[in-house]
Protein backbone atom coordinates (compact mmCIF):
# COMPACT_ATOMS: atom_id res chain seq x y z
CA UNK A 1 0.00 0.00 0.00
CA UNK A 2 3.06 2.33 0.63
CA UNK A 3 4.67 1.87 -2.61
CA UNK A 4 1.02 2.94 -4.09
CA UNK A 5 0.46 6.11 -1.84
CA UNK A 6 4.37 7.32 -2.38
CA UNK A 7 3.30 6.88 -6.62
CA UNK A 8 0.40 8.31 -5.89
CA UNK A 9 2.05 11.65 -3.74
CA UNK A 10 4.37 11.89 -6.24
CA UNK A 11 1.85 11.68 -9.30
CA UNK A 12 0.08 14.75 -7.20
CA UNK A 13 2.67 16.67 -7.03
CA UNK A 14 3.78 16.47 -10.22
CA UNK A 15 0.61 16.93 -12.19
CA UNK A 16 -0.39 19.72 -10.20
CA UNK A 17 1.87 21.92 -8.32
CA UNK A 18 4.45 21.28 -11.01
CA UNK A 19 1.94 23.92 -12.96
CA UNK A 20 3.40 26.63 -10.40
CA UNK A 21 6.34 25.59 -8.97
CA UNK A 22 9.66 25.00 -10.84
CA UNK A 23 11.43 23.37 -8.39
CA UNK A 24 10.39 20.19 -6.65
CA UNK A 25 12.51 17.73 -5.57
CA UNK A 26 11.05 14.69 -5.39
CA UNK A 27 13.23 13.01 -3.94
CA UNK A 28 12.70 14.52 -0.84
CA UNK A 29 8.97 13.42 -0.86
CA UNK A 30 10.28 9.90 -0.65
CA UNK A 31 11.95 10.67 2.39
CA UNK A 32 9.15 12.76 3.97
CA UNK A 33 6.34 10.05 3.25
CA UNK A 34 7.53 7.55 5.13
CA UNK A 35 6.47 9.85 8.07
CA UNK A 36 3.34 10.90 6.72
CA UNK A 37 3.94 14.16 5.91
CA UNK A 38 6.07 15.69 3.16
CA UNK A 39 7.80 19.04 3.76
CA UNK A 40 9.63 20.94 0.98
CA UNK A 41 11.21 24.57 1.21
CA UNK A 42 12.05 27.15 -0.74
CA UNK A 43 10.23 26.36 -4.06
CA UNK A 44 10.38 28.85 -6.97
CA UNK A 45 7.06 30.20 -7.92
CA UNK A 46 6.90 29.91 -12.22
CA UNK A 47 6.59 33.24 -13.80
CA UNK A 48 3.54 32.25 -15.65
CA UNK A 49 1.75 30.29 -12.49
CA UNK A 50 -1.27 32.72 -12.55
CA UNK A 51 -1.63 33.31 -16.15
CA UNK A 52 -4.55 31.25 -16.64
CA UNK A 53 -6.45 32.94 -14.07
CA UNK A 54 -6.52 36.31 -16.13
CA UNK A 55 -5.25 39.01 -13.61
CA UNK A 56 -4.64 42.32 -14.16
CA UNK A 57 -1.36 41.52 -13.28
CA UNK A 58 2.22 39.33 -13.66
CA UNK A 59 4.85 37.57 -11.41
CA UNK A 60 7.92 38.92 -11.68
CA UNK A 61 9.15 36.55 -9.38
CA UNK A 62 7.40 34.43 -6.19
CA UNK A 63 9.00 31.86 -3.55
CA UNK A 64 6.84 29.43 -1.43
CA UNK A 65 8.46 29.27 1.29
CA UNK A 66 7.23 26.45 3.19
CA UNK A 67 5.52 23.68 1.44
CA UNK A 68 3.77 20.64 3.57
CA UNK A 69 1.19 17.73 2.35
CA UNK A 70 0.64 16.29 4.95
CA UNK A 71 -1.02 11.81 4.10
CA UNK A 72 -3.18 10.52 6.52
CA UNK A 73 -1.35 7.21 7.44
CA UNK A 74 -3.57 5.97 10.51
CA UNK A 75 -7.23 6.80 9.36
CA UNK A 76 -6.47 5.80 5.55
CA UNK A 77 -10.17 5.36 4.81
CA UNK A 78 -11.57 8.55 6.45
CA UNK A 79 -8.41 10.88 6.43
CA UNK A 80 -7.85 13.94 4.24
CA UNK A 81 -4.91 15.44 2.06
CA UNK A 82 -3.37 18.33 3.58
CA UNK A 83 -1.61 20.96 1.86
CA UNK A 84 -0.05 23.60 3.69
CA UNK A 85 1.78 26.30 1.72
CA UNK A 86 3.28 29.38 4.11
CA UNK A 87 5.60 32.12 3.18
CA UNK A 88 4.46 32.92 0.08
CA UNK A 89 6.75 36.22 -1.78
CA UNK A 90 5.22 37.44 -4.82
CA UNK A 91 6.36 40.31 -6.70
CA UNK A 92 4.59 41.22 -9.59
CA UNK A 93 4.07 43.90 -12.40
CA UNK A 94 0.63 45.47 -14.00
CA UNK A 95 0.05 43.57 -17.18
CA UNK A 96 1.36 45.23 -20.16
CA UNK A 97 -0.38 43.14 -22.35
CA UNK A 98 -3.97 44.60 -21.81
CA UNK A 99 -5.49 44.50 -25.20
CA UNK A 100 -7.52 41.99 -26.73
CA UNK A 101 -5.23 38.89 -28.07
CA UNK A 102 -8.02 36.74 -30.14
CA UNK A 103 -4.78 34.11 -30.16
CA UNK A 104 -4.14 34.26 -26.03
CA UNK A 105 -7.65 34.15 -25.75
CA UNK A 106 -7.88 31.09 -28.07
CA UNK A 107 -4.97 29.48 -25.92
CA UNK A 108 -6.42 29.82 -22.58
CA UNK A 109 -9.63 28.59 -23.49
CA UNK A 110 -7.96 25.11 -25.00
CA UNK A 111 -6.31 25.33 -21.72
CA UNK A 112 -9.22 25.30 -19.49
CA UNK A 113 -10.64 22.32 -21.99
CA UNK A 114 -7.68 20.35 -21.93
CA UNK A 115 -7.83 20.76 -18.09
CA UNK A 116 -11.69 19.26 -18.31
CA UNK A 117 -10.79 16.59 -20.27
CA UNK A 118 -7.97 15.53 -18.51
CA UNK A 119 -10.35 15.73 -15.27
CA UNK A 120 -12.98 13.44 -17.05
CA UNK A 121 -10.15 10.86 -18.92
CA UNK A 122 -8.91 10.42 -15.20
CA UNK A 123 -12.46 9.75 -13.88
CA UNK A 124 -12.72 7.24 -16.46
CA UNK A 125 -9.59 5.77 -16.18
CA UNK A 126 -10.03 5.17 -12.35
CA UNK A 127 -13.82 3.78 -13.07
CA UNK A 128 -11.89 1.35 -15.78
CA UNK A 129 -9.16 0.53 -13.54
CA UNK A 130 -11.20 -0.21 -10.59
CA UNK A 131 -13.44 -2.60 -12.66
CA UNK A 132 -10.37 -4.48 -13.87
CA UNK A 133 -8.41 -5.33 -10.58
CA UNK A 134 -8.69 -7.19 -7.73
CA UNK A 135 -10.70 -5.84 -4.01
CA UNK A 136 -7.08 -4.85 -2.67
CA UNK A 137 -6.69 -2.37 -6.11
CA UNK A 138 -10.49 -1.21 -5.95
CA UNK A 139 -10.16 -0.26 -2.54
CA UNK A 140 -7.06 1.86 -3.15
CA UNK A 141 -8.64 3.47 -5.60
CA UNK A 142 -11.65 4.53 -3.76
CA UNK A 143 -9.08 5.51 -0.75
CA UNK A 144 -7.23 7.68 -3.70
CA UNK A 145 -10.21 9.35 -4.68
CA UNK A 146 -11.86 10.07 -0.87
CA UNK A 147 -8.76 11.79 -0.50
CA UNK A 148 -8.42 14.10 -3.17
CA UNK A 149 -12.30 14.76 -2.25
CA UNK A 150 -11.07 15.42 0.97
CA UNK A 151 -7.82 17.74 0.18
CA UNK A 152 -7.64 20.51 2.59
CA UNK A 153 -5.55 24.07 1.70
CA UNK A 154 -4.05 25.90 3.51
CA UNK A 155 -2.63 29.15 2.69
CA UNK A 156 -0.50 31.15 5.60
CA UNK A 157 1.68 34.46 5.35
CA UNK A 158 1.51 35.59 1.81
CA UNK A 159 3.25 38.52 1.45
CA UNK A 160 2.11 40.82 -2.31
CA UNK A 161 4.78 42.92 -3.82
CA UNK A 162 2.80 45.23 -6.78
CA UNK A 163 5.44 46.87 -8.17
CA UNK A 164 4.29 49.48 -11.33
CA UNK A 165 6.13 52.72 -12.34
CA UNK A 166 4.10 55.35 -10.60
CA UNK A 167 4.69 53.31 -7.20
CA UNK A 168 8.46 52.50 -8.14
CA UNK A 169 9.06 56.86 -9.14
Same mark, same amino acid.
Given at each position: ?????????????????????????????????????? %?? %??????????????????????????? +??????????????????????????????????? +??? %????? $???????? $?? %???????????????????????????????????????????????? $?
Amino acid at each position: MWRQVHSFTEWLLNKYLARYLSNVNLHQVHIGLTQGSV %EL %ENLKLREDALENFNLPFKIVDGTVGKL +VLQVPVAGLSSGSLVLCLSDLNIRATPYQGTEYDP +VKE %EEQRL $AALNLKLE $AL %EQQIYQKLYAQSKSWLSSFASSYFTSMIENLKLVINDVHFCYMDSVSV $A
